[in-house]
Nanobody, 115 residues
């Protein structure tokens, strides 16, 4: 399984970005896809995940600002990030979890929120 993410970049506070992540390869028994992030000097943390049935989960820090959605036919997940704050600056990693408990990770895309 390979995860290809794109959409990161530099944005001013209050701005928006949209991340996308497409999975390819032998994709079986997917449980969820989503995003985690890691800021310098901090541990990787959950941002948002969406289960194959559509149920979503968000970190408290992004609720009301970020929206995750998925396209099962395209094996793609999107993260719409609005009202971005400097504390959202991090490397964002795409994640795909399968029924066996294995987690796959993308290479990460940098999001920088700065004026």
């Amino acid at each position: 399984v390979q995860l290809q993410a794109c959409g990161g970049g530099l944005v001013q506070p209050g701005g928006s970005l949209r991340l996308s992540c497409t999975a390819s390869g032998s994709i079986l028994s997917v449980v969820s896809m989503g995003w985690n992030r890691q800021a310098p000097g901090k541990e990787r943390e959950l941002v948002a995940h969406i289960a194959m049935g559509g149920r979503t989960i968000y970190a408290d820090s992004v609720k009301g600002r970020f929206t995750i959605s998925g396209d099962n036919a395209k094996n793609t997940v999107y993260l719409q990030m609005n009202n971005l704050k400097p504390e959202d600056t991090a490397v964002y990693y795409c994640n795909l979890a399968v029924l066996t408990g294995v987690n796959y990770w993308g290479k990460g895309t940098q999001v920088t929120v700065s004026s």
